[in-house]
């Protein structure tokens, strides 16, 4: 005989008077195995891949880069990053040098950016002007100046 009380999964509860018999295990190990079987399949649940674990344990990286001083430079990074954030050490943000706004920091998603700062794929692109245009000059990239950048996975 079947349980008198069964539990949300449907799994046995049994009351003293209840006499268990070997089917309403094996069925209860049936609701148990389906159960715990669909948790363990769904991806939407679980991190799968090397790259989500990552993502998690190691969700952004630092490095230290200098600049080349040329017009723009490449940096190429182990993973694609959703969002890069570079800024010129021991400077503001930006400087108003008296004619033009010298831009030292940039912000870089997948899908825009704030300007002097480029990524693709594992790749991301510093950019310095020589000349101020529309009364900006972007600053990422000074001959043997220190930029910290900080790729999010």
């Known amino acids: 005989m079947a349980s008198t009380n069964k539990t949300p999964l449907g799994l046995n509860q049994w009351i003293e008077t209840d006499r268990p018999k070997r089917s309403d295990f094996v069925n209860d190990n049936a609701i148990i195995d389906m159960v715990i079987g669909a948790h363990i399949s769904d991806e939407d649940k679980h991190l799968t891949s090397f790259d989500e674990k990552l993502r ?7 490095r ?4 080349t001083g040329t ?5 190429r990074l182990n993973f694609e990053p959703k969002l890069v954030i570079v800024f010129r050490k021991d400077s503001a943000p930006v400087e108003y040098t008296g004619g033009y706004m010298k ?3 940039a912000i870089a998603t997948d899908t825009g950016t704030s300007g002097g700062i480029l990524i693709s794929g594992d790749c991301v692109n510093l950019q310095q002007s020589t000349t101020a245009v529309n009364g900006v000059l972007f600053n990422l990239n000074q001959e043997l100046s220190e930029y910290i950048l900080v790729a999010f996975r």
Do not use: Q, R, Y
């Open 56 to 62: 998690v344990s190691e969700p952004f990286k630092i």
């Open 64 to 67: 230290t880069v200098f600049g």
């Open 71 to 75: 017009s723009s430079t490449l940096f």
């Open 103 to 105: 831009i030292n920091a």
